[in-house]
């Protein structure tokens, strides 16, 4: 059984997550509830769950103090959030769960199956917390995203991420030390993280760190010469505005 606490200021919204997981999630134990982080905090070093489903904004901080707080205990988190961009950005980077107010019974019964699978990862998940605290907290420019391959979980600096090539429902993502992981992603999931830290999708099959590139091949879309010697192409319809773009660099 997947011993489960829930941690949210809004009764309604832990009234929704009870039902839910009563109806249709049976592998779930609900241990405890918390309307607060004190709370939260509290039930977690008591109750020692395998899963907390975590509000973010309540009354006397955030989820994110409940994790820093309670770093001594290893439990998988889902998170509760409205759409505050900036949070869910740095969920995603750090390839933790969330579902997104108002609760969606299908997202919650998704999310509660694919923790209930990866109980028995809890050193991964202290890997992504850790990172995950750690983005909160630096510049843009040295923050990292985790990748999980088959295999291993990487820790990765953004800006050490040369590009990314999509293959199918899998993308190819290539480091400046020469390393190459495989992951179980989309390249638009890997856009969507990453546009905003100097990425440029110059194609449907390519994302580019543009502090790697080395030169630009003229043509109908024409080629970008990466630092790893890679040639990338540049699809027709995106040329124009790769080409303002290295204009300005």
Do not use: W
């Not at 997550?17 to 309307?35: D, T």
């Not at 750090?94 to 969606?104: C, E, G, M, Q, T």
Request: glycine share 4%; charged share 25%; with cysteine.
């Amino acid at each position: 059984m997947l011993r489960t606490l829930i941690v949210d200021d809004e009764f309604n919204a832990r009234q929704v997550i009870k039902n839910v997981l009563e109806l249709y999630c049976p592998q779930v134990e609900l241990v405890g509830e918390a309307e607060n982080v004190a709370e939260g905090v509290q039930q977690i070093r008591k109750l020692n769950p395998d899963l907390v489903l975590l509000d973010i904004h309540m009354p006397d901080g955030t989820g994110f103090d409940v994790l820093s707080k309670s770093k001594g205990n290893k439990y998988g988190v889902i998170f509760i959030t409205a759409h505050e961009q900036y949070a869910m950005q740095a969920i995603k980077k750090s390839a933790l769960d969330y579902i997104v107010k108002p609760i969606n019974a299908n997202e919650l019964i998704q999310a509660v199956e694919k923790a209930n699978l990866e109980k028995t990862v809890a050193d991964n998940d202290s890997v992504k917390y850790s990172t995950f605290i750690q983005n909160l907290k630096q510049d843009p420019d040295e923050q990292r995203i985790v990748l999980n391959t088959l295999t291993s979980i990487y820790t990765v600096k953004i800006k050490e991420i040369v590009r990314c090539m999509a293959d199918k429902n899998y993308t190819e993502v290539f480091l400046h030390n020469g390393k190459r992981l495989v992951l179980s992603k989309t390249l638009k999931d890997f856009e969507e993280l990453l546009i905003s830290h100097g990425f440029f999708r110059t194609h449907q099959s390519h994302l580019i760190n543009i502090r790697f590139i080395e030169a630009y091949e003229k043509g109908l879309g024409g080629f970008v010469i990466m630092s790893d010697n890679s040639r990338v192409p540049v699809s027709s319809r995106r040329k124009d505005a790769f080409l303002r773009l290295i204009e300005q660099l």
